[in-house]
Nanobody
Framework: QVQVVESGGGLVQAGGSLRLSCTASGLTFDEYAMGWFRQAPGKEREGVSCISWNGRSTYYADSVKGRFTISRDNYKNTLYLQMNSLKPEDTAMYYC???????????????????WGQGTQVTVSS
């Protein structure tokens, strides 16, 4: 049974930090790129950050560059997103997902990802 579970969300004041985690089971984790996406109320889901299978390549949306850091621990089948200097506009449901297939480039499009978790809510108060 495939399970992708996000955790670590919560309510934080602007300028604060949160660390999201995503654990995966029932699927191969260490050979595939992983990504974080978010969806704010009334908006489409958007890509936040992606990381290659070995962690050597990363992508960040312009809106989070310099504030968020993606990482992974393939031994623990876990993906992380360290979020610093949070802003109210970061408020959203955050999802992680695994790439559909192995690629020789870093996928960043939502269409390249499957096996989504249920999400974890991040709320940043001003």
């Amino acid at each position: 049974q495939v399970q992708v579970v996000e955790s670590g969300g919560g309510l934080v004041q602007a300028g604060g930090s949160l660390r999201l985690s995503c654990t995966a089971s029932g699927l191969t984790f260490d050979e595939y790129a992983m990504g974080w996406f978010r969806q704010a109320p009334g908006k489409e889901r958007e890509g936040v950050s992606c990381i290659s299978w070995n962690g050597r390549s990363t992508y960040y949306a312009d809106s989070v560059k310099g504030r968020f850091t993606i990482s992974r621990d393939n031994y623990k089948n876990t993906l992380y997103l360290q979020m610093n200097s949070l802003k109210p506009e970061d408020t959203a449901m955050y999802y992680c997902a695994r790439a559909y297939r192995r690629m020789d480039y870093l996928p960043v499009r939502e269409a390249d990802f499957g096996y989504w978790g249920q999400g974890t809510q991040v709320t940043v108060s001003s």
